[in-house]
Structure formats: structure tokens, C-alpha cells
């Protein structure tokens, strides 16, 4: 009796060789449907599932395999003797190969004016069903998700006349971490048209590989980048590469830091990152301007950072860039003459993204990985709540406001505690990741030298004690903005008021740890 394989594919590419490969060597094809009629076109004989099962396809084709002579057929166990006397019984044949792909779920739900009746239609319920019963019993059955092990599984079944255990188990997992990220995107699609704020009691998430990684954040750990399956605007997974080495674990995380920092700003700005700190932003009429006080506020941790600016990038400030060493330039356009420039450096990694300056998604999550278990929230879409509270004697100037709002930007993306320190829209100091604030204000003034007297100072934070302020008076700070909150309020704007320096609460907290 030959062999039988059943072929039922919405991507077509490759079935037609995968079928003519099986039937020289012995196979019988079974199929549905439009394989049915593809195979059948390139002149290959096909039986009708209908045909074994004696029953018609039905309900506008939600219903063809979902049959005991199919899926028996599927799942017997052949070293079971009373598995096969009861085939045997019934009447019902092996089915030793199965090769499906699935209703294109994740294709539908990305059009923009898709409905939930598309969606739920194009939720693929056979094809699950006939793949995981395959994958089951896969000793004894081959189950192919992915046109790219055709070539393998025909390989395999020419030179030994059969598919080998080591092939058949890994196509095995390959289908249930299918099936398995199909479930989840169905999932997820469904719990956002509930609109729920509340995180779900099973929370299954899925993300498809996008790159393979020579090693991690160091050279002994295993890396790969996975994105997410739908298209996030803005994500730097949409980014094209037009010069450089391949991305590597680091360049992406203190990449994504500094297009994290660049959104808040609507104005031309460059944002510099060294491990995923910002080292130095700047805004301004121009992009070279901007650049030059990104720079200018840390020029020895810039070298080799990462810089990411919201306008495009021109002949002028791309000669300035490649007077020193970066790592990665990112922009959503660049003129023919400042690529020229930059791709003169062959390691230089020099990215296209377009959307750079799209928000974040408000129904995002941020996701930290613990031992044995994931600490899960909302992402950090907000930066400012509500009105402003003046708390000190002394309002701050127009020109000191716009300095408070673009510090505090700044800070939100400094890790905890963070201190930031600027003057015209650009950043003199930041003092990051201290394990007190006291430390991280002293080296952001540190920093800042002389050009603080005037400045402005933002703290991720509320100051715990008043010695913030008074290292801020000393450098000459004149406006200081904070979230407010602490039990020793008082006495930070005491001290404020002592020396004439301007306070502001937010309101709103942005640690980053």
C-alpha cells in the first residue's frame, strides 16, 4: 500500500515540487480545496479528502479534515497492535506525512480597516488541529509547517526511505512553537478588542526572530533579536541599515534607548547614548546645531555612542559626526552627500528609519525578565501630569521654563537616580544610575564646570533631603524640577528659597532602573 501525504497549504510557494518529489517516490497526495486545484493544474493526481472520509467539505469550508479517518489515520501509533487492528477494523489508512500552513491570521489583522468578523474567519482551525496530531505522534509521522524543510524531508526520504527521527522531532517542536505563537497573536488580538487597562491572568506573548547575534551583551552569552509580529511604527526593528557591521545585542539596547529619548521632543534634536544613557541631548533651529550641543555636553562618552536625530541629516553635520568614532548614526532621512560622508566609514552603522518620531503604543507593555518569573507593565507614555505646582517664592522665567521641561525629558530616560543639567536646550551634565541622588546631582554639576552658573537642574525623582538644592546653589543652578512627593519637602524649598532658585513640581515620577 503506498504511503500517503496529505498537502493543504495557504502559501502555495514550493508545494508543487514538494508533491511531484513525493509522488516519485511512492506517495499517494491527499488534499482540500485550492491545493487541491494547484497540484491537480501542474498535472499531479490528487485524492479528495472527501473521498476517504465519505463526507463533503461543509459550512463554506470550516469544516473538510475534521474526521475520524483522517486524524485516526494521523495519530496511530504503528508499534501499537491494537492501534492498527483497530484501523484495520475501520477501515481507515496511514497518513505518514503532513505538510500544512496556516489561514493567514496575522496578514489579516495588519490591514488597517480590518473588522472582527475578517479576523475571527481567518482564525484557522483545521490546519492547527491536523498539525499538532501529526506532531504528536511523531515518531511515526512527518509535520511540515515550513516550506523550507521540504527540500530536507525529499532528501531524506530519496537516500534512507524514510524521514529520520533526529527530522521528525525537530519538526515536531518547530510546529508547536507554530501553532504555539498563533495562539498567541489570536490571543493578544482578542484581549485588545475587549479594551481592558487590566493585565490578563494568563499573559502569552510571541515574537518572531529577526536576526541571529554573534554573542550577547558579553561574548559567552547566546543573543538573537525577535520582534514583535505586528508592525510597530517607530520600532527599531523597521530600521533599514545603509552601511556598517551587522547590529550586535549592545548597539540595539542603547539604540532603543536613545529612539526612547528622542520621541519627547517635537523640535530638531540629537540625542547621544553611551550604555543606553544619554550623554548628551541637544535641540535647535538646525540639525548641526543640535548635534554640536549633544556633543559638546560630553565629547569623551560620546566616542563611540550612539547618536539618533529626528530631522534629517546634512552634508555639514555628517562631516562633523565622522570626526570621531561612533558606533551607530540614526535618522529618518540622510541628503545623498551626508551618506557619502558617513559611509566612507565601513564600520559605522548608518540607519534609516522613517517614522523615528512615532509615538509609542498606548496599549504597549514593558517587560522585565526575572528568575522563574516576568514583571510586566504599561510602557512610560506619559511625561508630564497635569499643571506644573510653582512651590517656591520665585516663578521661573519663560526662558527657564522651556529649560525645566526639556531637562525633565531628558532625565526620564537617565537611569535611576538621574540627574540632568541644562542650558539653551542642550544638556552641560547628567549624572546617571547612582545608588543616591546626592551622587548623581555632584557628578552631573561636576560635569556641567563653570556653564551651570544660569543653568537649569531636573531630577528623575523627589530629592529625599535638601542637599541636592544646596550642591545646586553652589554651582550657581537658578531653576530646579523634580516630581515632588517627599516627606522633607519642606526643606528642599526652603533651601530654594534661601538662594533665590526657582522650584517646580511635576507631579510625576520617571524612575528607570
Aim: charge should be negative; glycine fraction near 8%; include cysteine.
Amino acid at each position: 500500500m503506498a504511503k500517503k501525504a496529505f498537502l493543504s497549504v495557504f502559501d502555495k510557494s514550493g508545494i508543487v515540487d514538494f508533491a511531484k518529489g513525493l509522488v516519485k517516490l511512492g506517495f499517494e497526495i491527499l488534499s482540500t480545496g485550492g491545493t487541491q486545484r494547484e497540484l491537480e493544474n501542474a498535472g499531479i493526481a490528487v485524492t479528495n479528502v472527501s473521498d476517504i472520509t465519505g463526507f463533503p467539505e461543509c459550512l463554506d469550508g470550516r469544516v473538510k479534515t475534521l474526521h475520524p479517518k483522517i486524524h485516526a489515520g494521523i495519530l496511530a501509533m504503528r508499534g501499537n497492535e491494537k492501534h492498527m487492528q483497530q484501523l484495520a477494523e475501520l477501515g481507515v489508512d496511514t497518513i505518514d506525512i503532513v505538510a500544512v500552513n496556516l489561514y493567514p491570521f496575522k496578514q489579516t489583522i495588519s490591514k488597517p480597516d480590518v473588522t472582527l468578523e475578517d479576523a475571527i474567519e481567518n482564525i484557522d482551525i483545521g490546519g492547527p488541529t491536523m498539525l499538532r496530531a501529526a506532531a504528536k505522534n511523531w515518531q511515526d509521522v512527518a509535520s511540515i509547517v515550513d516550506s523550507a524543510d521540504y527540500e530536507t524531508v525529499l532528501q531524506e526520504l530519496a537516500e534512507k526511505g524514510e524521514v529520520s527521527r533526529e527530522t521528525k522531532f525537530r519538526l515536531c517542536a518547530k510546529v508547536f512553537e507554530t501553532t504555539a505563537a498563533y495562539d498567541a497573536l489570536i490571543s493578544q488580538y482578542l484581549r485588545k478588542q475587549i479594551g481592558t487597562e487590566e493585565l490578563p491572568e494568563k499573559l502569552t506573548l510571541t515574537y518572531e526572530k529577526q536576526q541571529g547575534m554573534r554573542y550577547g551583551e558579553n561574548p559567552h552569552q547566546k543573543a538573537a533579536f525577535y520582534r514583535e509580529p505586528l508592525y510597530v511604527p517607530g520600532s527599531l526593528a523597521n530600521a533599514e541599515q545603509l552601511n556598517g557591521k551587522e547590529l550586535s545585542f549592545n548597539n540595539i539596547n542603547d539604540t532603543a534607548g536613545a529612539l526612547d529619548c528622542l520621541r519627547e521632543f517635537e523640535e530638531t534634536t540629537v540625542v547621544g547614548v553611551k550604555h543606553a544613557n544619554p550623554c548628551g541631548v541637544g535641540s535647535a533651529e538646525t540639525v548641526y546645531d543640535a548635534y554640536m550641543k549633544a556633543y559638546e555636553c560630553d565629547p569623551v562618552s560620546i566616542f563611540g555612542g550612539i547618536v539618533a536625530c529626528n530631522r534629517e541629516i546634512d552634508e555639514k553635520t555628517a562631516a562633523q559626526m565622522s570626526k570621531i568614532f561612533l558606533e551607530i548614526v540614526v535618522a529618518p532621512s540622510y541628503t545623498k552627500e551626508a551618506l557619502d560622508i558617513l559611509c566612507q566609514k565601513k564600520n559605522l552603522r548608518v540607519l534609516r528609519l522613517p517614522e523615528i518620531s512615532a509615538p509609542l503604543p498606548k496599549d504597549g507593555l514593558d517587560t522585565k525578565k526575572v528568575l522563574g518569573g516576568l514583571l510586566v507593565q504599561g510602557l512610560n507614555n506619559k511625561m508630564f501630569d497635569g499643571e506644573f505646582k510653582v512651590v517656591t517664592k520665585r516663578k521661573p522665567t519663560d526662558e527657564e521654563m522651556e529649560n525645566l521641561e526639556f531637562a525633565f525629558k531628558v532625565v526620564k530616560y537617565v537611569k535611576s537616580n538621574g540627574i540632568a543639567i541644562a542650558k539653551d536646550m542642550g544638556t552641560l551634565g547628567i549624572g546617571p544610575g547612582q545608588t543616591n541622588r546626592i551622587w548623581a546631582a555632584e557628578m552631573a554639576l561636576e560635569r556641567s564646570g563653570e556653564e551651570a552658573k544660569g543653568a537649569v537642574m531636573a531630577s528623575d525623582a523627589f530629592f529625599p533631603f535638601d542637599d541636592c538644592v544646596e550642591a545646586a546653589a553652589k554651582a550657581g543652578i537658578t531653576a530646579i524640577i523634580q516630581p515632588g512627593g517627599s516627606i522633607r519637602d519642606e526643606d528642599s524649598i526652603r533651601k530654594c528659597d534661601e538662594n533665590g532658585i526657582a522650584m517646580v513640581f511635576t507631579g510625576i515620577r520617571h524612575f528607570r532602573h
